[in-house]
């Protein structure tokens, strides 16, 4: 990492909108899924704030997620770690960059230091199934406008969700959000670009 991303770790910059809202709406029974784990800073932080029930985190990237598994080892966190991402199901490219930061399932244009690899995805309906969480902690930098459809979150009652509008533009944003309100779930708080949406029904 850079100097700036290292501050930006040791002040809790790093990732703060989603913790704070996850904080402030996710509580000791909560059974949490993450999506876009990262280096694990979020999910350690609201382990340590809420204690949820369980918590089971997925990212693609493996160079974040080994410094991920020591951060919850040597916090004696019971974290369930895995590689994957959310999509279609299938195997698909991805561009491990060595400082994690601009990793992707976009090709880097502008960095050479990178690994393509390849990595399993899931349906977020799949997940959902087999795992049974009640709360979606989400930013997996863009991709959720693809995979990450409310109507599909049965017995989610609470999404913490950071969308990226500077990906996919500020309509299509306006659309996903939509999409959670016709799902039967609430805007209830925003910071920035993260949102938590709440069930109503």
């Known amino acids: 990492m850079d100097q700036k991303r290292l501050i930006a770790l ?86 491990a960059c060595n ?31 087999r795992h049974k969480p009640n709360a979606i902690f989400c930013d997996i930098e863009g991709a959720e406008q693809h995979f990450c459809d409310p109507h599909k979150m049965e017995n989610i009652d609470k999404v913490v969700i950071e969308f990226h509008p500077e990906v996919y533009g500020k309509a299509v944003l306006k659309q996903l959000s939509k999409a959670f309100i016709d799902a039967d779930f609430q805007l209830r708080e925003t910071l920035k670009q993260t949102y938590f949406f709440e069930r109503t029904a």
């Open 10 to 95: 040791a002040s809790g910059a790093l990732e703060r909108e989603e913790f704070i809202l996850a904080k402030r709406y996710f509580n000791k029974d909560d059974r949490i899924m993450e999506f876009g784990c990262g280096l694990g800073v979020a999910a350690a932080r609201l382990i340590k704030a809420v204690q949820p029930a369980s918590i089971i985190c997925f990212e693609a990237n493996p160079l974040a997620i080994e410094y991920a598994s020591v951060l919850f080892s040597n916090n004696n966190m019971n974290v369930n770690l895995l590689q994957g991402a959310l999509g279609d199901g299938s195997k698909k490219n991805f561009y």
């Open 99 to 129: 400082d994690y930061i601009l990793s992707s399932f976009d090709e880097p244009s502008e960095h050479q230091n990178y690994k393509k690899i390849e990595v399993a995805t899931f349906e977020l309906s799949d997940l959902i199934h």
